[in-house]
């Protein structure tokens, strides 16, 4: 004969609350992480591309398109930091900004919806778009950051950079899934 423990419904309400404190805090570190991360990994792009020469006045500026924690990260990441001689400056960018003047423009996974259009007014243009949602390096972007097994990958749209007039070291090229 089988006998039914019923766990009283107050009981569980208390162990989902402490699950919930216990964990997103844990949650949102790594997702903080992360970021910092991508901070890191999108300075060192500028190692590993170049840019053509008659751009290389003024400031290297990494552009941001979406409210994203990236921003502060690679504005603290890149302080004091510089991409042949140039100082860095990050940029906010709005999704229907009427040009982007930067050599890097991070589209946040919440603007994904809008890489068609920036791909198309940054046509022709040395701005390497460096996206993080699935499936937008194949729809435009240069460079997507995906999470595959809790493990941060690239993609890599080497079309894409080409018709960019960009050169992409082929170390980097190595270190990502080449996607058309």
Not at 10 to 15: Q, S, T, Y
Not at 115 to 139: C, D, F, H, Y
Not at 151 to 167: C, F, G, M, P, V
Request: charged content about 20%; overall charge neutral; aromatic content about 12%.
């Amino acid at each position: 004969m089988k006998t039914h423990v019923k766990v009283p419904f107050i009981l569980f309400k208390a162990v989902l609350v402490i699950f919930v404190f216990l964990f997103f805090p844990l949650i949102e570190a790594w997702s903080q992480g992360n970021y910092a991360i991508q901070a890191n990994i999108i300075y060192r792009f500028t190692k590993y591309v170049n840019w053509p020469y008659e751009k290389n006045a003024g400031d290297f500026v990494i552009g941001i398109v979406g409210d994203t924690p990236l921003y502060d990260e690679l504005t603290h990441f890149t302080a004091n930091k510089a991409v042949s001689g140039r100082a860095i400056a990050v940029k906010k960018f709005s999704a229907s900004a009427p040009n982007f003047n930067c050599q890097i423009l991070f589209i946040s996974d919440e603007e994904s919806g809008s890489i068609k259009r920036i791909a198309t007014s940054t046509s022709g243009m040395p701005t390497l778009l460096v996206s993080e949602s699935e499936g937008v390096a194949r729809q435009g972007s240069c460079i997507n950051f995906v999470i595959v097994d809790d493990h941060l990958k690239l993609e890599i749209n080497k079309t894409a950079i080409e018709k960019r007039t960009l050169d992409i070291a082929t170390e980097l090229l190595n270190l990502g899934t080449i996607v058309k």
